[in-house]
């Protein structure tokens, strides 16, 4: 459902009679839900917004927060937690278990659960109903990954030998839904960028880990019953003629669990002080590649699943339990005191928080980060059907100019006021001016204090006229404010050609399909030279791709060219475009004038 982005048209406060009727829907929905964990979901002084999408969904957040509910239909008759509700409340919905955490790969990849990766516990496999919302999680972690809508009872699952789809996904981690929550989150360390793992806290809590883990999945292997374990190795085997996504998620549990054992294996063989030796690898890699002054403060659990896990070699698994610091807070407060990084524990959320990064201290100069190597294919006819394949991939590449109002911060670092750049390379720009002139304000690390250079190039000329200039700045601010005062361009490329510079926003390809003398259709393309398609070229394929003719005509006091094609092939020069030019859809206008 929240797969590919979707503007939401509307946004609005709830009414306190509105807020009343959400709570009073969420408690009849969920009846596991208790009145504290509602508060903690719904804070009763909290303002609630919801936001109104194009597939009539509304999204129910927490003003200043994140998406907590989300109801599919707009009527309240299908109203489900976000994973942000459920890291609050996981014991809201009943879960089904993943037989281990590659199986998340998928989850997190948009498919849907299968039957062959759910694991079935030692009291048997539960009951449920069709159409009942459950969620999904990670052996040993708590937080829940996703949550949908059962397709099938138990009781069809049974007959249907354990085979097919069993959730149907609504929403998952790393899904728009999440991404486009304002100061998304990881509720712990084990939830990466691709997959989600075991929690090193929980498990570290748990006492012995992964002995528990080793012992109750033994137990579950001994005391299963003989027939549940038969049709599990049956869906497993005849899921191959299923769909495509249940035979990638049947077929990966036996592969996964081997390389989960070789890794395990390989980890096992690392003496303690070899892994403390990885972990400060890890890290210093990471501050060197992936971690920027603008992301500062950062909560340890993001730091360690989006910079630390990301930087470990490859085939290795990171464990902080085998470390000699067993706790991450343990292992960051123990880098604190050498001076290469503060950190400041969130009584709030009880976490720890990475505040600087001092990048004058010799371990950091020191360290030569790795650059990641680039594979070369073995196969020469697989290298040059890519390459063929490449000849006509277009590559869009949004870039910016410098304003008169920001010029000047340019200059101050030494950038060229002339040059295009990326929105990365702007933030680091401002941030290196931030650096420079020391603005980060010492009592709170993630407010900027602005000085008059700064102030002007961020709201010179947009602050309404008796209105007081600002005085400082969230650092999550600044690059956005800053991109939003150049100038947009665009880069356009195809097949790894020079690129051509377009100057503000894109223009669209305009496909419209028309009636001419009789029942006779015309389809006509303009405006496909702004993304690098020759017209005669693009008319003699259609000719041969669609039997039909074609001529190319320059239009009338414009500058451009438009192909005219016999007859009514509007959805298919469409998709033509998109699969062979690689146009994005975004970028292509269709209107049909021959429906009457």
Same mark, same amino acid.
């Not at 079935?120 to 539960?126: A, D, E, N, R, T």
């Given at each position: 459902? *929240?797969?590919?982005?979707?503007?939401?048209?509307?946004?609005?406060?709830?009414?306190?009679?509105?807020?009343?009727?959400?709570?009073?829907?969420?408690?009849?929905?969920?009846?596991?839900?208790?009145?504290?964990?509602?508060?903690?979901?719904?804070?009763?002084?909290?303002?609630?917004?919801?936001?109104?999408?194009?597939?009539?969904?509304?999204?129910?957040?927490?003003?200043?927060?994140?998406?907590?509910?989300?109801?599919?239909?707009?009527?309240?008759?299908?109203?489900?937690?976000?994973?942000?509700?459920?890291?609050?409340?996981?014991?809201?919905?009943?879960? *089904?278990?993943?037989?281990?955490?590659?199986?998340?790969?998928?989850?997190?990849?948009?498919?849907?659960?299968?039957?062959?990766?759910?694991?079935?516990?030692?009291?048997?496999?539960?009951?449920?109903?069709?159409?009942?919302?459950?969620?999904?999680?990670?052996?040993?972690?708590?937080?829940?990954?996703?949550?949908?809508?059962?397709?099938?009872?138990?009781?069809?699952?049974?007959?249907?030998?354990?085979?097919?789809?069993?959730?149907?996904?609504?929403?998952?981690?790393?899904?728009?839904?999440?991404?486009?929550?304002?100061?998304?989150?990881?509720?712990?360390?084990?939830?990466?960028?691709?997959?989600?793992?075991?929690?090193?806290?929980?498990?570290?809590?748990?006492?012995?880990?992964?002995?528990?883990?080793?012992?109750?999945?033994?137990?579950?292997?001994?005391?299963?019953?003989?027939?549940?374990?038969?049709?599990?190795?049956?869906?497993?085997?005849?899921?191959?003629?299923?769909?495509?996504?249940?035979?990638?998620?049947?077929?990966?549990?036996?592969?996964?669990?081997?390389?989960?054992?070789?890794?395990?294996?390989?980890?096992?063989?690392?003496?303690?002080?070899?892994?403390?030796?990885?972990?400060?690898?890890?890290?210093?890699?990471?501050?060197?590649?992936?971690?920027?002054?603008?992301?500062?403060?950062?909560?340890?659990?993001?730091?360690?699943?989006?910079?630390?896990?990301?930087?470990?070699?490859?085939?290795?698994?990171?464990?902080?339990?085998?470390?000699?610091?067993?706790?991450?807070?343990?292992?960051?407060?123990?880098?604190?005191?050498?001076?290469?990084?503060?950190?400041?524990?969130?009584?709030?959320?009880?976490?720890?928080?990475?505040?600087?990064?001092?990048?004058?201290?010799?371990?950091?100069?020191?360290?030569?980060?790795?650059?990641?190597?680039?594979?070369?294919?073995?196969?020469?006819?697989?290298?040059?059907?890519?390459?063929?394949?490449?000849?006509?991939?277009?590559?869009?590449?949004?870039?910016?100019?410098?304003?008169?109002?920001?010029?000047?911060?340019?200059?101050?670092?030494?950038?060229?006021?002339?040059?295009?750049?990326?929105?990365?390379?702007?933030?680091?720009?401002?941030?290196?001016?931030?650096?420079?002139?020391?603005?980060?304000?010492?009592?709170?690390?993630?407010?900027?204090?602005?000085?008059?250079?700064?102030?002007?190039?961020?709201?010179?000329?947009?602050?309404?006229?008796?209105?007081?200039?600002?005085?400082?700045?969230?650092?999550?601010?600044?690059?956005?404010?800053?991109?939003?005062?150049?100038?947009?361009?665009?880069?356009?490329?195809?097949?790894?050609?020079?690129?051509?510079?377009?100057?503000?926003?894109?223009?669209?390809?305009?496909?419209?399909?028309?009636?001419?003398?009789?029942?006779?259709?015309?389809?006509?393309?303009?405006?496909?030279?702004?993304?690098?398609?020759?017209?005669?070229? *693009?008319?003699?394929?259609?000719?041969?791709?669609?039997?039909?003719?074609?001529?190319?005509?320059?239009?009338?006091?414009?500058?451009?060219?438009?192909?005219?094609?016999?007859?009514?092939?509007?959805?298919?020069?469409?998709?033509?475009?998109?699969?062979?030019?690689?146009?994005?859809?975004?970028?292509?206008?269709?209107?049909?004038?021959?429906?009457?």
């Amino acid at each position: 459902m *929240f797969k590919k982005a979707v503007e939401a048209k509307s946004h609005q406060r709830l009414s306190g009679a509105d807020r009343k009727k959400l709570r009073r829907t969420v408690q009849n929905r969920f009846s596991l839900l208790t009145d504290e964990l509602l508060d903690t979901i719904l804070p009763p002084k909290v303002e609630i917004t919801v936001s109104k999408f194009q597939n009539r969904v509304l999204v129910y957040s927490i003003e200043g927060g994140c998406p907590m509910f989300f109801d599919i239909d707009g009527r309240g008759n299908e109203i489900l937690p976000t994973v942000f509700a459920l890291w609050e409340a996981p014991e809201m919905l009943p879960s *089904f278990m993943l037989k281990g955490g590659e199986v998340s790969r998928y989850v997190l990849g948009g498919a849907d659960l299968m039957f062959p990766g759910i694991l079935i516990p030692p009291q048997g496999f539960p009951s449920f109903s069709a159409g009942e919302i459950w969620a999904v999680k990670v052996p040993g972690n708590m937080a829940p990954i996703a949550v949908g809508f059962t397709t099938m009872s138990s009781a069809e699952a049974i007959k249907a030998g354990l085979r097919g789809k069993a959730l149907r996904i609504a929403h998952y981690y790393r899904d728009f839904l999440w991404e486009s929550a304002e100061g998304h989150y990881v509720p712990n360390a084990g939830f990466w960028e691709d997959v989600v793992m075991e929690d090193p806290a929980f498990l570290a809590a748990s006492g012995s880990g992964e002995e528990i883990s080793d012992a109750s999945a033994g137990q579950q292997t001994s005391t299963g019953n003989e027939e549940d374990e038969s049709a599990l190795e049956t869906a497993s085997t005849s899921a191959k003629n299923d769909t495509e996504e249940e035979h990638i998620v049947g077929s990966m549990n036996e592969l996964n669990l081997a390389d989960d054992a070789a890794n395990t294996e390989k980890q096992n063989t690392l003496s303690t002080e070899e892994v403390d030796a990885l972990l400060d690898q890890c890290l210093l890699q990471a501050l060197h590649t992936t971690l920027k002054e603008k992301d500062l403060p950062i909560p340890g659990s993001t730091l360690w699943a989006n910079h630390v896990l990301p930087c470990r070699p490859p085939g290795m698994t990171l464990d902080i339990k085998k470390s000699s610091h067993k706790k991450l807070s343990k292992w960051l407060q123990s880098k604190a005191s050498t001076g290469m990084i503060t950190v400041k524990e969130d009584k709030h959320k009880k976490e720890i928080v990475l505040i600087t990064v001092n990048r004058r201290h010799p371990d950091y100069s020191s360290f030569k980060p790795e650059k990641k190597k680039v594979e070369v294919s073995e196969s020469s006819g697989a290298s040059s059907t890519a390459q063929a394949q490449s000849e006509k991939m277009l590559e869009i590449i949004e870039v910016y100019k410098p304003s008169i109002h920001n010029s000047s911060i340019f200059a101050s670092v030494g950038e060229d006021k002339g040059k295009l750049y990326t929105a990365s390379e702007a933030s680091d720009v401002v941030f290196k001016y931030i650096e420079k002139e020391n603005l980060v304000k010492p009592t709170n690390k993630s407010m900027v204090v602005l000085d008059p250079m700064l102030c002007d190039a961020l709201f010179k000329g947009a602050i309404k006229k008796g209105s007081a200039y600002p005085s400082e700045i969230h650092k999550k601010d600044v690059g956005s404010t800053f991109i939003g005062r150049m100038q947009p361009h665009q880069l356009v490329m195809r097949g790894g050609g020079e690129p051509v510079v377009r100057k503000g926003a894109i223009k669209a390809v305009q496909i419209m399909t028309e009636r001419r003398q009789g029942n006779k259709k015309v389809t006509k393309v303009s405006g496909i030279e702004t993304f690098l398609i020759d017209p005669d070229s *693009f008319g003699s394929e259609l000719q041969k791709k669609f039997a039909c003719s074609t001529s190319v005509t320059e239009l009338p006091g414009k500058k451009g060219y438009e192909v005219l094609i016999q007859g009514g092939v509007i959805e298919d020069v469409a998709r033509y475009m998109v699969e062979h030019y690689g146009v994005p859809k975004r970028y292509i206008e269709v209107l049909d004038k021959s429906r009457k």
